[in-house]
């Protein structure tokens, strides 16, 4: 039976999952370097506790450790969510473009910020990620309805907030 403290298993873990991880806990920090931090942590957990945790249960393991030591920061800290930033050669476009899409991405910013935590990270995990609902609700350890809720709750605010969303 594989076993999470075989290097194999474990090196295989963390490629299938850490990106994951960090975008999950880097939407609901806003902060690459805690992001970072916190990934990095929950794999040295898994890997502390590797004879306790199934290569199953390994996954959630990683998320639920993940998303506990994101709960100890912001206890300490108000979240600033900065959207990415895609960098693109905008050099061909009119001034005037650029303007409207540096005030939209600041209506976004501001949108985004205004969500919940919850709703937040559902709403970016769905559609910057391209996660399912299913695998938001494992990610979080709530019901699939608990997610559509929010998915629906979020799109109603930004909408409210942002013409043309």
Same mark, same amino acid.
């Given at each position: 039976?594989?076993?999470?403290?075989?290097?194999?298993?474990?090196?295989?873990?963390?490629?299938?999952?850490?990106?994951?991880?960090?975008?999950?806990?880097?939407?609901?920090? =806003?902060?690459?370097?805690?992001?970072?931090?916190?990934?990095?942590?929950?794999?040295? !957990? %898994?890997? &502390?506790?590797?004879?306790?945790?199934? *290569? &199953? @249960?390994?996954?959630?393991?990683?998320?639920?450790?993940?998303?506990? $030591?994101?709960?100890?920061?912001?206890?300490?800290? #108000?979240?600033? %969510? !900065?959207?990415?930033?895609?960098?693109?050669?905008?050099?061909?476009?009119? *001034?005037?473009?650029? $303007? &409207?899409? #540096?005030?939209?991405?600041?209506?976004?910013? @501001?949108?985004?910020?205004?969500? *919940?935590?919850?709703?937040?990270?559902?709403? %970016? $995990?769905?559609?910057?990620? =391209?996660? !399912?609902?299913?695998?938001?609700?494992?990610? &979080? =350890?709530?019901?699939? !309805?608990?997610?559509? @809720?929010?998915?629906?709750?979020? %799109?109603?605010? $930004?909408?409210?907030?942002?013409? =043309?969303?």
């Amino acid at each position: 039976m594989d076993n999470v403290c075989e290097e194999e298993v474990f090196s295989s873990l963390f490629k299938t999952n850490s990106k994951t991880v960090f975008n999950y806990i880097y939407y609901k920090f =806003g902060n690459e370097e805690k992001a970072y931090d916190v990934v990095q942590e929950a794999f040295v !957990k %898994l890997w &502390e506790n590797c004879s306790k945790v199934s *290569p &199953e @249960k390994a996954k959630s393991y990683v998320y639920t450790v993940a998303n506990n $030591l994101y709960l100890n920061v912001i206890k300490a800290e #108000k979240v600033r %969510l !900065k959207y990415a930033n895609k960098s693109n050669d905008t050099s061909y476009e009119s *001034p005037e473009f650029l $303007l &409207e899409e #540096k005030e939209y991405k600041e209506k976004l910013d @501001k949108a985004l910020n205004s969500l *919940p935590e919850n709703q937040r990270a559902t709403f %970016l $995990l769905n559609r910057i990620d =391209g996660k !399912k609902y299913a695998e938001i609700a494992e990610m &979080e =350890g709530v019901s699939v !309805k608990a997610i559509e @809720k929010r998915m629906h709750l979020a %799109l109603k605010a $930004l909408r409210e907030q942002i013409e =043309g969303i």
